[in-house]
């Protein structure tokens, strides 16, 4: 049965990004990551995790979703939808009167259609340029 809980070991948080084949990280640097996580919302299939995500958020008007990783043996049954759905609601419990807080993810390539579908807008578009990163090495 699967189960949705708040905790991820940087052990289990590491296994699922070798199931996604995600470039390994350092576990400590993993347990950083969810030390300092605003909210981590993981899937579980009796004991074994299947699939988490997590936001950080500045207290003011920007969040950052990341993480959003299904064990391919569990995609296409809605636990990426609910595990995103999850992030979202935290956000908006922390709305005060006359806020609006921005959810940032950058989308994987092919998984656009994933998040148009919960409500996040492409970039770029006639209004806003592309997503832009840089690794710091
Ligand atoms: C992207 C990912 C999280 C989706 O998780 P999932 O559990 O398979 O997705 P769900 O079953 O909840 O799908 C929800 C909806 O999105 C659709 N969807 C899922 N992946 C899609 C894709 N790549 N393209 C288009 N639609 C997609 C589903 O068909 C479903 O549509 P519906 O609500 O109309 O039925 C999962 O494929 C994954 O972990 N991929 C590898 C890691 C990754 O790239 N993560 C994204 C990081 S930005």
Redesign the pocket.
Known sequence: MLTYCNELTATDYCKLRTS?E?PDIALDQAQSGLDNSDFIIACKDGSETV?CARIFWDKGYIAYLA????D?K??????????VLECKNYIHNQLRDDWKIKIV????K??????E??GFTSRPNDTAGSGMDMWVE
Do not use: A, R, T
């Not at 993480?67 to 299904?70: E, H, P, R």
């Not at 995609?75 to 595990?83: E, R, S, V, Y």
């Not at 993810?105 to 994987?108: A, D, F, L, P, T």
């Open positions: 996604v995600w699939g993480d959003v990783m299904v391919p569990y995609q296409g049954l809605g636990i990426g939808k609910k595990l993810i950058v989308s994987s092919g998984k656009e259609k994933f998040y579908k919960l």
